[in-house]
């Protein structure tokens, strides 16, 4: 048997440092938000050369489009831009077909209002708090205790945290967009969690019931030696998987392929190194 909890104040010492340098970047940097969330146009055009950025947005300022990002790459525009109509879009279109003497094709045009925005919000913060609430309840009712739900809440806050500390680094840095996918990436976390801390849990109660509750430490490092491999076997799967789909997979869904392998390395991380060790000591204050 190994003795993981030997080394719990080293694994909350790693967390507390990830998660700080998350919270410094959240509140220095923020994050970057998509149309979904807070309204407005994204204009991707396909051009028959490449063409200048000084020149695109000399364009878009006649034409009175307020535009928020401009990327220029070889043979392609993206803007972001102010809510913009489709007659508005069709004159900037042929302005830039004229000034810049190529042909611009239309490869997508999206608009949405920020009441739209507003409502996928609100749906957001719903679904998070009712799948928070769901857990808490399904836990205390499966394990017959209220500490292995609240320590099993305490390792999702952990992993969400994370996450969402990781995910304003990219967003920064890397120009990563909060969008519905990183919503969906956000719950997937929050399952994968859960369902890691279950397993752990689930061998801890057994053996609680053979041996009761007097060597509470002892049986979580009984339980953690039984489980550990089966959940790096099932994690490792799923982190190859995402790592190939990060380095092959598109750029349209390359940002919610690292959100989601972060929060399977976290999830997997939390659940035998937060999750154990803070219901041990609920466990031990108890008695």
Do not use: C
Request: hydrophobic share 50%; charged share 20%.
């Amino acid at each position: 048997m190994v003795n993981f909890l030997k080394y719990k104040w080293l694994y909350f010492t790693i967390s507390a440092i990830v998660i700080l340098v998350g919270l410094f970047s959240i509140f220095r940097w923020g994050f970057i938000y998509s149309i979904d969330f807070v309204g407005g146009t994204n204009i991707e055009y396909k051009t028959g050369k490449a063409v200048s950025s000084g020149m695109v947005r000399n364009i878009l300022i006649k034409k009175g489009v307020s535009a928020i990002t401009l990327r220029i790459s070889p043979g392609g525009i993206f803007i972001r831009a102010a809510p913009t109509d489709e007659k508005k879009e069709k004159k900037l279109r042929e302005a830039l077909e004229k000034d810049l003497d190529t042909k611009v094709e239309v490869l997508r045009f999206e608009t949405v209002g920020p009441i739209i925005g507003k409502e996928t919000v609100r749906k957001t913060i719903i679904a998070t708090l009712l799948g928070v609430s769901a857990i808490l309840i399904y836990m205390s009712f499966a394990f017959r205790g209220f500490n292995f739900a609240v320590s099993a809440i305490l390792a999702l806050v952990h992993d969400l945290m994370v996450l969402v500390g990781m995910y304003a680094l990219l967003s920064h840095f890397f120009g990563a967009q909060v969008d519905t996918l990183f919503v969906t990436a956000v719950l997937t976390t929050m399952s994968f969690s859960v369902h890691d801390t279950i397993v752990i849990f689930d061998k801890i109660r057994e053996h609680m019931k053979e041996e009761g509750r007097r060597n509470v430490e002892h049986i979580a490092n009984k339980a953690l030696t039984e489980t550990m491999v089966r959940s790096l076997n099932n994690s490792m799967t799923i982190v190859f998987v995402l790592l190939a789909l990060t380095l092959l997979g598109g750029s349209t869904i390359r940002f919610f392929i690292i959100a989601l392998l972060v929060g399977t390395i976290t999830g997997t991380y939390s659940s035998p190194f937060i999750a154990t060790p803070i219901l041990v000591w609920m466990e031990g204050k108890k008695e």
